[in-house]
């Protein structure tokens, strides 16, 4: 699942080129949408020619596709630091649902994953790719759950996407809190995410 | 809260027209977006000319306020249904799931909503509106958790903020879900969906 990048002589420049589009697209894309925002606006906001960036994308497409494996690249790894720590499972979810809502509340991302999103329920492209996203993540949770130590080991298939389910609607949710209210209280959530969470971890009664 | 509309001769007939605008508007933000959709579209949408819907909506944005107008209309018609349900609270609220899971999983609606809260996060005005619908059902939620016959009388405020904070989260969250997760098995969320909300409306152990 690799964006369509050309080759170029020096890959590390390459690597910072393309980065630097990537930071101004998404700052164009958040402020005026992906539809509004043009190549010509994308080239300015980079301070590179429309040119120079068609030089490592080949389209507002590609970039865009750039920005979702970039997210995806750091959900994967997030599931891997989990995978390694040999704690409790349960204990390293709950945990990690400090660092799920700082993420999930950043005006920054929330924006541009709204964005996304939006954009995902038009073009098929970027459906697919947030999709295949998707996927790989729930796969990584399911295994979780149900692996060696998973806490989930006897529940049925259909239980388990369920609970996968809901705990990705309830982190993902988040994403929509701080748009629907500003006054949001970021660090009280937690008093209501971990006894929820821990309830869709453990077997219910 | 309403959305300004001028006044016409034969209300009845007025009406109908404003919702054949909205239909043909809803329809074109979701096709190409809300900044991608010109009047010219909605117009042709809405087999009217583009001078007769501005008899009924000064622009754009008045089109998508009344959208956001009509959505928060029918949730607290829901809360009303909720207040005025004589049965035990809890009961009725985990009962209430099955419908909201079928109302945020819904294609059609889905994408709007996305779309709205999407735009939400550049046009304040469109923010401005949304925050306030959310605060009100953020409101008639808090009545009925703490209100005479509410589970969570004991609780301090910023537990039930943060309670009612997870479950708008997730039921919002389900939105996501399915732009994300074309097979979701939108029946079977409720196994998980009814103990996490359970678990959310009755005090933690």
Sequence with gaps: MKAKTKRHADPELAQARRNQVLCAAAECFKRKGYH??????????????AGHIYN?????DAIIES??????????????????????????????LDD???RHTDMDNKALSLEMLSEGARNEKIATLLQQSDTESRERMRNLLVGERGPL???SEREINARI???FAMIGGLLLRKTLNPNLDKE????????????????FE
Tied chains: 1, 2.
């Design 36 to 49: 509004g925002a043009g190549m010509a606006e994308i080239s300015k906001m980079a301070g590179m020619s």
């Design 56 to 60: 490592y994308f080949a389209s507002k």
């Design 67 to 96: 920005i979702i494996q970039r997210d995806m690249e750091e959900t994967l790894s997030l599931f891997q630091e989990f995978e390694e720590n040999p704690g409790d499972l349960v204990t390293i979810l709950i945990d990690g």
């Design 100 to 102: 799920a809502v700082v």
């Design 153 to 155: 080991k006897a529940s």
């Design 165 to 167: 389910e809901i705990m």
């Design 188 to 203: 009280g959530l937690l008093i209501a995410l971990r006894p929820a969470i821990k309830t869709l971890l453990l077997p």
